[in-house]
């Protein structure tokens, strides 16, 4: 780019039931109209760290809260730095503002992994950070359904 210091920015894998959430952020760029992303945004001056970073976009993107699981990764993408951190909503019932987001999808690995090949994600880096997150937390993830599983009356596997 320029040589400008950019921004940083943080990002969410966030995950439910085995899914995980993209958005159609409001882009401006030619080549990133209609791309889907993780959710997040920059930091600001007011945020105390990244985790209180992350827990703003999440508010103002979804009105959502969420635990924040830990940090996965570091991506760049156009010389701005992404920390990515796993992250587990306390409801899926959010609110969309519509002013940053255009739409959401809940996507499984393969799912998410098909639309990186079809070229509709944003920076490249989703699924990266998806099976990076995968590789860290599978444990805490594989450990999670199957409480969910077990307090689902008849469930015995996941289709």
Do not use: C
């Not at 959430?21 to 080549?31: E, F, G, R, S, V």
């Not at 809260?65 to 920390?83: L, N, S």
Request: charged residues 20%; glycine residues 8%; negative net charge.
């Amino acid at each position: 780019m320029s040589g400008s210091v950019r921004i940083p920015a943080v990002r969410a894998v966030v995950i439910h039931e085995g899914r995980f959430l993209l958005a159609q952020h409001h882009n401006y760029l030619p080549q990133t109209i209609g791309k889907w992303g993780l959710p997040g945004g920059r930091i600001e001056t007011t945020d105390a760290d990244l985790i209180a970073a992350l827990r703003r976009e999440l508010d103002e993107e979804f009105a959502m809260t969420a635990d924040i699981i830990g940090f996965v990764a570091m991506y760049t993408y156009r010389d701005r730095a992404h920390q990515i951190f796993l992250a587990r909503p306390h409801s899926v019932k959010f609110t969309i503002n519509a002013n940053e987001i255009l739409g959401t999808a809940w996507l499984t690995l393969e799912e998410v992994a098909q639309w990186h090949s079809d070229g509709l994600l944003h920076t490249g880096f989703e699924l990266p950070a998806i099976r990076a997150s995968v590789a860290r937390y599978g444990k805490f993830m594989r450990e999670e359904q199957a409480l969910l599983d077990s307090q689902t009356p008849g469930t015995t596997e996941r289709p």
